[in-house]
C-alpha cells in the first residue's frame, strides 16, 4: 500500500518514540483535544508554548485560547510544544521539523503561528523552536510561504527585545483580538496582497503591535532617541486589549495520558487586581478588576469535573481573597467538593483580607495541605516602600490563625533586593520566619513546620520600579548568605532562586529592540531551557553581549531617568506613566497607597478605557 | 466517605490502543481513576487527606505496547446492573481505550496480579523482514539453555520465561512474531528483552499484547 507523505511523516516520528523519554509528550490524543479534518477548515492555527508540553499544557490561556478558536467552524487551532533536549536532537537527526500534536502536521502548513510568551526565560526556546519548524527567525525574511507569526502574553507588554522575530503582537487580553486577527488573515488570504499589506491590515486592529511598522532610534549613549510608525496605519501607543466583562469560564479541559505539572480543573474567578504593590507586573498590566460571579464559577468547575474526571480543582486569580464574594464560593463549594472527594487548592491569598469564616472553611476543607503567605518583605518600613502595607502585629496574628485552624507548614514567601533595602531589612526576614516558627510551635507543638521562599527583585517594565537598577549579582548574594547564616540550625526551610538566572530575567524584561541581537547570539550559543535550573547557563548570554557590543550592565544596573523614553513606552498597559513616576516618588518617601477600590487615585484605566467601562456590568470594575 | 465493606467488584476487559502507547502503568493508574470518576459510577475510595478510587490492575504493560486484552477491577459502594456500568464506562472511555467487557467477581477473589500465568505478544516489524533468517534466529534462540540478558544492569535468565516464540504471518500481511512469555509475580518475560536476543532495537517494531492467562478463578477466559 504506497503511503502519502502525511503517513510517512507520521511513521518517521513513530520510530524515534521509543528513543526518547517520555514519548507520550510528542503524540496527543487526549481526552477531549479537537482534531478537525485539515481539508475541512479555512485558517489553521498552530498554538505554540515554547516550554515542554508538561508545562505548556498545563497553562490555562493556552487551554482557553484553543477552545475559543475550535469552536469557530472555520478554524483548527492545533498545539505545540517544545521538545525536551532528546527529542529535539532526535528531531533533528531524523530530519523531523516541529509538528502539531492533533494533525501530526509541520508547523510550515499552518497559516498562523501564535506563540505564548508568558515570561522572557523562554525566548530561546521560541528561537529554537522557529528554527526547528523551518521558519525564517527575522520578520523581514519571511515571505508569502511562511506563516503569521503572531506573539502574546504577559511577557510582550514590553515587546522589544523579540520584535524582529515578531510578525505582530497581541497586547493584552487575547480572546477578541485573536480571532480578529484570523477574521484579517481570512479577508486578506482571499486577496491578491503582499505581506507586507497583511502586516498594515493587523496594524489596524486595535491592540496589535507590528513591530515591522515602527522604526526606533538611539542616542549615542544607547537610550531611545524616538520611536516614530513607518506607516499611516500604525497608531501609537498600542493599547493594550482588555475585555469589560469575563465570558464563562472554560470547562473543556484536556485529560493529558501522561502526568504533566498541573492537573486540575482551574477557573480563573477574578481578573486583575487594586492592591498596587509597585513590584507586581501582573497587579499593574491586568487592571482593572473583573470578577465572575459565584454560580458561573460552580458551574464551569462542576462541568470541568464532569469532563476530565480530575480530583483536584483550582480557584486561580491575583489575590483570591479579594474576590468580594468570597466565602460564597467558598461555601457553594462544599457540596461539590465532599460529594466528589475533591481537594481544592487556593493561591494568592492576602494575609490582611481574610476572615476567620474563609480560613474555617479552607481548612475543613483541604485539611493536609500547607498555607502560603506572601509578607514579600521583612519590615514594616519596607513593605510601605514597596506598597504592600502589613503590620508586623497584623501578619504575626494571621499566622497564629493559621495555625490554630490545625495548619502544621506555612510558606512564606519574600523578595530580597528591593529599593532601598538595607541588610537589616534581610536580618528581619530571618526574625520573622523564627519568629513564626515559634508561634507555630507554641500552638501545633513539633510538627509545626516553616518555609522561607526568597526570590529576588526584578525591576519590570510598567510598574513603579521601572527605573530602579537591579541590585548587582555579588550583594545579592551576601543578603543570601546573611539569611542562609541567620537560619542555620533553626529548622526554617530556606529555598532561594539562583542570582545569575535572576540577572537574566532583569536584562531581557527592560530590554530594547537591540537586544534581540543578543538573544539570536545566545541561542546560537546554545542557549535554551533559560527556566530550567539544570539547563540555564549563563555564559551564553555574556558571551552573547560581547558579540553584540553591548553592555549587559546597561540594561540590568543603570538607574533610568524619570525623563527617559523607555523602550516599552509606546505600549500603552492602561497605567499611565505619571501615575508611575507619582508613585515611584511616593515609594522614595516611605508612603503608602492603600487598595484603589476604596479610593481613586487616576492611574489611567479609566481614562484609556472610558466608553469599553461602559459597557461592562454594573460596579463598573470595582474603581470607585 | 463510606467505611464499610464494599458491595460489588467488577472486572473490566479492554484495550489499549495506539494514542495510549506511551501511557504508563502508573499513568493508566490514574487515567482509569479518572475514566471512572468520570463515569459517576459509585465508585469506592480510598481513605486520607487524598482519597483515590480503589482499582488494580492485572498486569503492567510496557511503554510503547498496545494491547487487545487488558484487565482491571474496581470497586463499587452500591450495586448496578452490569449493562448500565458497561454503557457508563464505555461514554467515559478516552480515545485508545475501548471497553469490551464487564462482568461481577467474588470479592474474595484473589488479586489479578496474582492469578497472572503468562501474556501472549504478537510483534509487526516496520521493515519487512526475511521469514527464512527470522526462522534461523527463532531456532538458534530457543536452542539455548540459558539466556544472559542484561536488563539496567541486572542480568537474568530469560530462556525459562520463554514458553513458545515462532514465526507467524501479521495481519498486514508481512513476517512476524507470536509468542507467549511467563507472568507470574516475580517472573516475568518482557519481549523487548527477546527481540534484543534476536537483534532488534526498540525502534525495529510494534508490540501487541494480544492475551492474558489467569489461572483458574470463576472467569470465564476469552476466546
Not at chain 1, 515554547?50 to 483548527?76: E, K
Not at chain 1, 502539531?100 to 526556546?125: A, C, H, M, Q
Not at chain 1, 486592529?205 to 510608525?229: R, W
Not at chain 2, 448500565?84 to 464506562?89: F, P, R, S, V, Y
Request: aromatic share 8%; proline share 7%; with cysteine.
Amino acid at each position: 500500500m504506497p503511503f502519502t507523505h502525511q503517513e510517512h511523516f507520521r511513521q518517521q516520528v513513530e520510530r524515534i518514540l521509543p528513543t526518547v523519554a517520555k514519548p507520550g509528550r510528542y503524540v496527543g490524543g487526549e481526552l477531549n483535544q479537537t482534531v478537525k479534518p485539515w481539508d475541512a477548515v479555512q485558517t489553521h492555527v498552530a498554538l505554540v508554548f515554547p516550554d515542554i508540553y508538561d508545562l505548556g499544557q498545563s497553562n490555562l490561556g493556552m487551554a482557553l485560547l484553543y477552545d475559543l478558536l475550535n469552536q469557530r467552524a472555520d478554524v483548527a487551532a492545533e498545539r505545540a510544544f517544545a521538545p525536551w533536549v532528546d527529542m529535539e536532537a532526535a528531531m533533528r537527526t531524523a530530519g523531523i521539523p516541529l509538528f502539531s500534536l492533533e494533525n501530526k502536521r509541520p508547523l510550515l502548513d499552518f497559516e498562523i503561528v501564535g506563540v505564548s510568551l508568558p515570561y522572557e526565560t523562554l525566548y530561546t526556546n521560541f528561537l529554537n523552536l522557529l528554527d526547528l519548524a523551518g521558519i525564517p527567525l527575522y520578520s523581514e525574511q519571511r515571505t508569502i510561504e511562511h506563516p503569521l507569526v503572531i506573539a502574546g502574553g504577559q511577557a510582550v507588554y514590553n515587546p522589544e527585545p523579540v520584535a524582529p522575530f515578531v510578525d505582530a503582537f497581541a497586547i493584552g487580553e487575547g480572546e477578541e483580538v485573536l480571532l480578529e486577527i484570523v477574521d484579517a488573515h481570512q479577508s486578506w488570504a482571499e486577496s491578491t496582497q503582499s505581506r507586507q499589506d497583511l502586516l498594515i491590515r493587523l496594524a489596524g486592529i486595535p491592540g496589535v503591535y507590528v513591530p515591522a511598522l515602527v522604526d526606533v532610534t538611539y542616542h549615542p549613549d544607547g537610550t531611545i532617541q524616538s520611536v516614530h510608525p513607518r506607516h499611516p496605519a500604525v497608531n501609537l501607543p498600542v493599547d493594550k486589549r482588555i475585555l469589560a466583562k469575563l465570558p464563562p469560564p472554560l470547562s473543556r479541559f484536556l485529560v493529558p495520558n501522561i502526568e504533566v505539572v498541573q492537573e486540575r480543573v482551574s477557573v480563573e474567578i477574578m481578573r486583575g487586581c487594586t492592591r498596587g504593590c509597585r513590584f507586581c507586573h501582573a497587579g499593574m498590566v491586568n487592571r482593572p478588576i473583573r470578577e465572575r460571579p459565584v454560580p458561573e464559577i460552580l458551574a464551569a468547575l462542576e462541568a470541568g469535573l464532569d469532563q476530565t474526571g480530575y480530583e483536584e480543582i483550582s480557584l486561580l486569580s491575583l489575590s483570591s481573597s479579594d474576590h468580594s464574594e468570597i466565602i460564597a464560593l467558598i461555601d457553594g463549594l462544599k457540596s461539590l467538593l465532599t460529594e466528589r472527594q475533591v481537594n481544592i487548592t487556593l493561591p494568592s491569598l492576602r494575609i490582611e483580607s481574610f476572615s476567620e469564616d474563609l480560613m474555617d472553611v479552607l481548612q475543613s476543607l483541604s485539611p493536609g495541605g500547607g498555607f502560603t503567605l506572601a509578607p514579600e518583605a521583612g519590615t514594616e518600613r519596607m513593605r510601605n516602600i514597596i506598597n504592600k502595607p502589613l503590620s508586623d502585629k497584623e501578619l504575626m496574628s494571621t499566622v497564629r490563625s493559621v495555625f490554630e485552624h490545625g495548619w502544621k507548614t506555612l510558606k512564606l514567601y519574600f523578595m530580597i533586593g528591593h529599593p532601598q533595602e538595607t541588610l537589616s531589612d534581610v536580618q528581619a526576614i530571618a526574625e520573622v520566619c523564627q519568629a513564626v516558627l515559634q508561634e507555630g510551635r507554641r500552638i501545633a507543638g513539633g510538627r509545626a513546620r516553616v518555609h522561607a521562599g526568597v526570590s529576588t527583585f526584578i525591576p519590570k517594565p510598567h510598574t513603579p520600579f521601572q527605573w530602579v537598577p537591579f541590585e548587582d549579582t555579588e550583594s545579592i548574594q551576601t543578603k543570601i548568605t546573611l539569611l542562609q547564616d541567620a537560619l542555620r540550625g533553626s529548622k526554617v526551610k530556606l529555598t532561594w532562586n539562583d542570582p545569575q538566572a535572576s540577572l537574566l530575567e532583569a536584562w531581557l524584561s527592560r530590554g530594547d529592540r537591540r537586544l534581540a541581537a543578543v538573544i539570536h547570539r545566545a541561542w546560537e550559543n546554545g542557549a535554551r531551557f533559560d527556566a530550567w535550573g539544570d539547563q540555564f547557563q549563563i555564559e551564553p548570554w555574556r558571551a552573547a553581549f560581547a558579540d553584540s557590543g553591548l553592555d549587559p550592565d546597561f540594561y540590568s544596573f543603570r538607574a533610568r531617568d524619570l525623563d527617559e523614553t523607555l523602550p516599552w513606552d509606546h505600549i500603552n498597559a492602561g497605567v499611565r506613566k505619571a501615575f508611575l513616576v507619582r508613585d515611584y516618588r511616593y515609594s522614595l518617601a516611605g508612603k503608602i497607597r492603600p487598595d484603589c477600590r476604596g479610593q481613586c487615585y487616576a492611574c489611567g484605566i479609566l481614562s484609556s478605557f472610558d466608553e469599553l467601562r461602559l459597557t461592562g456590568p454594573d460596579g463598573g470594575w470595582k474603581c470607585p | 466517605m463510606s467505611t464499610e465493606t464494599p458491595i460489588s467488584r467488577i472486572r473490566v476487559r479492554y484495550t489499549k490502543g495506539e494514542s495510549l502507547r506511551f501511557t504508563g502503568h502508573l499513568d493508566l493508574q490514574r487515567l482509569w481513576e479518572r475514566l471512572l470518576r468520570r463515569s459517576g459510577l459509585p465508585i469506592r475510595y480510598t481513605q486520607g487527606y487524598h482519597p483515590r478510587a480503589r482499582l488494580n490492575l492485572a498486569s503492567a504493560l510496557p511503554l510503547g505496547f498496545v494491547s487487545d486484552d487488558e484487565r482491571l477491577d474496581f470497586w463499587m459502594d452500591e450495586s448496578r446492573p452490569l449493562e448500565e456500568i458497561l454503557d457508563q464506562l464505555r461514554c467515559s472511555a478516552p480515545p485508545g481505550l475501548e471497553i469490551q467487557s464487564v462482568r461481577m467477581v467474588d470479592l474474595g477473589e484473589d488479586a489479578l496480579q496474582v492469578r497472572m500465568k503468562a501474556s501472549e505478544f504478537v510483534v509487526a516489524f516496520y521493515d519487512p523482514q526475511d521469514r527464512e533468517v527470522l526462522m534461523r534466529k527463532v531456532n538458534s534462540l530457543l536452542a539455548q539453555e540459558e539466556i544472559q540478558h542484561v536488563r539496567r544492569k541486572k542480568v537474568y535468565d530469560l530462556r525459562p520465561l520463554i514458553l513458545n516464540l515462532e514465526v507467524i504471518t501479521v495481519p498486514s500481511g508481512d513476517t512476524g512474531l507470536w509468542m507467549r512469555l511467563l507472568a507470574e509475580p516475580g517472573a516475568t518475560g518482557r519481549p523487548d528483552d527477546l527481540l534484543e536476543e534476536l537483534g532488534y532495537p526498540n525502534t525495529a517494531y510494534l508490540i501487541r499484547r494480544t492475551q492474558l492467562i489467569l489461572a483458574e478463578g470463576n472467569e470465564c477466559t476469552p476466546p
